[in-house]
C-alpha cells in the first residue's frame, strides 16, 4: 500500500498569506496525484489532479506541483472561504488519502 | 448539473447488514467508474470500493473484503454498497463519488454507524 504522509498537520496563516501545503508519497506515484478540499459538514471538493491540472471552476490562487514521491499544493493568497482541510490522495496504486492539512486562521 | 443522492445509512448492531444506494443525475452514469469513499467522525479520508462502467470489474479496501459487496445498475442510474458483518469501524459517512482522473463528482453522504 502506498503511504501518503502530508505536513505541516496544521498551518495557521491570515487571509492575503501564501500557503504551501506538502505532501509526500512511500513509493513513486507519477503524476498520479490529486488535492481535495474540505469544509466542516461538507463533501470534498477536488482542486488538482494529476498533480498540476486544475479540477473545472477551481480559481487560479490554487496550483500544484511535483511528480513521483514529492508534491506541494500552493494557494498564493488565502481568502477567507480557503480556511479548510486539504487532503492529497494518489491513484498510481490503488487508491490512498493522506491524513489531511488543516488551514486555520491565525 | 451532476448530482450525486446517496440513501440507506442508520445505526445497525455488529454484525449486521445495510445497503447503501447511491441515485445519479446530471450525469452519464454508464460511462464512468464509480466509487464508495467514506469517513470516519473526526478522521480522514478512506476509498472503500469501485466498480467498473459495465460492472465487469470490482475492487475493495482489505479491510472491507469478504463484507462488502459494490454493484450498479446503469438503467436506473444507481449504484449500491451491500455491507454485511458489520463492525464498530465501519461507523463513518459513506460518500457516492465519481471517478475520473480524480474523485470529481461526490454525493453528500450517508451516515452508518455500528453500536450495540
Known amino acids: ?106 | 448539473e451532476v448530482q450525486l443522492v446517496e440513501s440507506g445509512g442508520g445505526l445497525v448492531q455488529p454484525g449486521g447488514s445495510l445497503r447503501l444506494s447511491c441515485a445519479a443525475s446530471g450525469v452519464t452514469f454508464s460511462r464512468h467508474w464509480m466509487s464508495w469513499v467514506r469517513q470516519a467522525p473526526g478522521k480522514g479520508l478512506e476509498w472503500v470500493a469501485n466498480i467498473k462502467p459495465d460492472g465487469s470489474e470490482k475492487y475493495y479496501v482489505d479491510s472491507v473484503k469478504g463484507r462488502f459487496t459494490i454493484s450498479r445498475d446503469n438503467a436506473k442510474n444507481s449504484l449500491y454498497l451491500q455491507m454485511n458483518s458489520l463492525r464498530a469501524e465501519d461507523t463513518a459517512v459513506y460518500y457516492c463519488v465519481r471517478q475520473t482522473e480524480a474523485f470529481d463528482f461526490w454525493g453528500q453522504g450517508t451516515m452508518v454507524i455500528v453500536s450495540s
Open chain 1, 1 to 106: 500500500e502506498i503511504v501518503l504522509t502530508q505536513s505541516p498537520a496544521t498551518l495557521s496563516l491570515s487571509p492575503g498569506e501564501r500557503a504551501t501545503l506538502s505532501c509526500r508519497a512511500s513509493q513513486s506515484v507519477s503524476s498520479y496525484l490529486a488535492w481535495y478540499q474540505q469544509k466542516p459538514g461538507q463533501a470534498p471538493r477536488v482542486l488538482i489532479y494529476d498533480a498540476s491540472n486544475r479540477a473545472t471552476g477551481i480559481p487560479a490562487r490554487f496550483s500544484g506541483s511535483g511528480s513521483g514521491t514529492d508534491f506541494t499544493l500552493t494557494i498564493s493568497s488565502l481568502e477567507p472561504e480557503d480556511f479548510a482541510v486539504y487532503y492529497c490522495q494518489q491513484r498510481s496504486n490503488g487508491f490512498t488519502f493522506g491524513p489531511g492539512t488543516k488551514v486555520d486562521i491565525k
